[in-house]
């Protein structure tokens, strides 16, 4: 029987793929884990706090001493694991931490499955509607998809270094559904929702269920590569917000991303939605993935965007 760790275990994401981890026969013991207790002591619940950085070592141990042979790590992007609304950077330090351990000489982890973010694939006027696992990183990308890049290279790295780990990256779309919901998801909540003026861009979000199958449909077969994962079909973002019954807010196509230390704030106290440079692209071009390479694997996305929106509304 196996045994697994869920990092950031105490996320809505993690605290899905947990349960549902525990109901699969093939798993002994399902550990939540996170580095700090949480505020609220009913989220704590279940959890055991393990700091994995900046020393490995103390996580190294852990892992032999509960004969964990599968990490499942949902904490490297807040913005796909519930924690955060807004666009987030991956935790790349973490990340290091991580294969650290799994890379000592006595450990028995044979499978590392990290929940990455499709925010890898930069919005830009000349992509294709769909993107694909083998796009390479943008000269132009921003800091955010950089640290996914970096974060994914570290773990393709471990896979090299040691073949008999089988190392998956998955690259969610922004998750709805349950407590989940990403920068986009927070737009179309609000009543009046930001377009901008002559871009009508495609949209694609994957269902907290599918996001949540994917994950351990990757630690149960202990697969390895990389896959896009999103539940079927895309929107155009005009569609979006008329299928969450709101009004669009129409500005003009100019990006203020230098004033943006300045007018969030301001922004904020008036409840006025404030939109990113990096979510600025988005809502020009927008952005969707390929996900032929996951379905020709073996998993098959059970919602479809209208799910998605149904969830959102």
């Not at 079927?232 to 008329?242: F, N, P, T, Y």
Request: hydrophobic share 45%; glycine share 6%; charged share 25%.
């Amino acid at each position: 029987m196996r045994r697994a760790v869920v990092l950031g275990g105490g996320s809505p994401l993690g605290r899905r793929v947990r349960k549902t981890l525990d109901a699969a026969d093939a798993f002994e013991s399902v550990v939540g884990i996170e580095r700090f207790p949480f505020d609220d002591a009913a989220a704590n619940e279940g959890l055991e706090f393990l700091s994995w950085a900046p020393d490995h070592r103390p996580f190294a141990e852990y892992l032999l001493k509960e004969q964990i042979d599968t990490v499942i790590d949902c904490g490297l992007v807040a913005d796909r694991n519930g924690m955060h609304s807004r666009p987030s950077e991956a935790d790349v330090i973490s990340t290091m931490y991580v294969g650290a351990a799994i890379s000592d000489e006595r450990s028995c982890v044979r499978s590392w499955v990290l929940a990455s973010s499709s925010a890898y694939y930069a919005p830009e006027s000349y992509m294709p509607l769909l993107q694909r696992e083998e796009h390479e990183l943008s000269p132009s990308a921003d800091e955010r998809a950089t640290s996914i890049a970096d974060a994914e290279e570290y773990a393709r790295s471990v896979a090299r270094k040691l073949p008999y780990v089988n190392v998956a990256i998955l690259r969610l779309q922004e998750v709805v559904g349950g407590d989940c919901r990403g920068p986009l998801g927070s737009l179309l909540a609000r009543p009046l929702v930001p377009r901008v003026i002559g871009f009508d861009p495609p949209v694609q979000f994957v269902h907290v269920d599918d996001a949540v199958d994917a994950l351990a449909w990757a630690a149960k077969g202990e697969r390895a590569g990389l896959y896009n994962v999103a539940s079927d079909g895309l929107l155009r973002w005009g569609e979006a917000i008329r299928s969450v019954g709101h009004q669009s807010l129409p500005f003009l196509p100019i990006s203020l991303s230098l004033l943006e230390p300045l007018l969030e704030p301001v922004f904020d106290r008036l409840d006025v939605p404030f939109v990113s440079s990096s979510i600025f692209a988005l809502l020009r071009y927008g952005m969707a993935v390929d996900i032929a390479k996951i379905q020709t694997a073996g998993w098959h996305p059970k919602a479809d965007q209208s799910r998605c929106m149904a969830a959102l509304a």
